[in-house]
């Protein structure tokens, strides 16, 4: 079991916020009625790229996969993955505290030179309860 992420400083990073869960109702008429089906997001995404690294790195990272039997597993993000962030974007981030991230698919490798790779991984987290 993996519990954190490796501490490794991405060189690029996307985030996309949880959504809260909705649904909307359309009549024939066109009237639209949405329902709210909880208070707090879900589905926060992360992508994390790493450009020019070397395969020991590489390996770190498709270890961690492998350990969380493939993303079926939950972990935490270390702080690493946030440097060069202000405090306070990085607490929206990392906020709710209790989220937990799994693997939204395999990390993807693509090798530029040899025993250099770059790496994207996509993740998404959710509340942990």
């Known amino acids: 079991m993996a519990d954190q992420f490796p501490n490794l400083k991405p060189s ?3 985030f996309k916020l949880g959504a809260y869960p909705t649904k909307t109702y359309r009549a024939l008429s066109g009237a639209t009625v949405k329902r709210s089906f909880g208070n707090r997001p879900t589905g926060y995404e ?5 450009t020019n690294i070397t395969d020991d790195i590489t390996v ?8 969380t039997s493939g993303g079926f597993e939950r972990f935490t993000l270390p702080a690493a993955l946030f440097a060069g962030m202000s405090t306070t974007l990085t607490s929206r981030v990392q906020s709710p505290t209790g989220i937990k991230w799994e693997y939204a698919d395999a990390p993807e490798v693509k090798s530029v030179f040899n025993g250099i790779s770059v790496v994207t991984i996509n993740l998404i987290g959710e509340q942990d309860t």
Do not use: E, I, K
């Not at 770190?60 to 350990?67: G, R």
């Open 46 to 50: 992360l992508q994390l790229s790493y």
């Open 12 to 14: 690029d990073r996307q």
């Open 60 to 67: 770190q990272l498709l270890d961690h996969y492998n350990n």
